[in-house]
């Protein structure tokens, strides 16, 4: 919230979506800043989920430590630009479809934020991107390319 708060404005909200409502602490940190009427937490499916992908600049993925990345391919797969942290597993996951920041450095994080959202080119071409690398992720394909692969390994043992 720190490093997008002096980046919003009446256009340009945060969306947060999640079942939980903000905390108190969340509550007084968003008064803080004062950004409360800026910032907004939403309920919701999957259909809001990836409304809302359709419909953002960039999804912003601070994560410290992460195990996969699930959401990543989930905003590429909404059409949605991703920056995400220099972490190991998202430079596994995004090679050169998502932009990197350092989590931990506010400075850094915002400039890459206010870069992306205010470029509709660079915006369309993270898109792209990354709707070709989620294309590699897809469960479906890779159950298919699996089953071939066993389906092979048995024929040719006949």
């Known amino acids: ?14 969306i947060c979506l999640g079942h939980e409502s903000f905390t108190e602490n969340e509550k007084n940190l968003l008064r803080e800043l ?23 600049s960039c999804f912003v993925y ?15 797969a909404g ?8 972490i190991p597993v998202f430079f596994e996951i995004g090679a050169g ?21 205010k470029n509709d080119n660079l915006q369309e071409d993270l898109k792209k991107a990354g709707l070709e690398r989620v294309k590699l992720f897809d469960k479906w394909g890779e159950i298919n390319t699996t089953l071939s692969l066993y389906e092979d390994c048995i ?3 006949i």
């Open 79 to 86: 059409w949605c630009p991703v920056l995400c942290s220099n």
């Open 1 to 14: 919230m720190r490093a997008i708060a002096p980046l919003l404005e009446e256009d340009l909200h945060c």
């Open 34 to 56: 004062k950004i409360e009427n800026l910032v907004h937490q939403i309920s919701g499916d999957e259909s809001v989920k990836y409304y809302l992908f359709s419909k953002a």
């Open 62 to 76: 601070p994560s410290l430590a992460e195990g996969f990345g699930i959401p990543v391919l989930e905003a590429w």
């Open 155 to 157: 024929s040719s043992k």
């Open 97 to 117: 479809a998502a932009f990197y920041f350092d989590p931990r450095n506010i400075e850094n994080m915002r400039e890459l934020i206010q870069w992306v959202s």
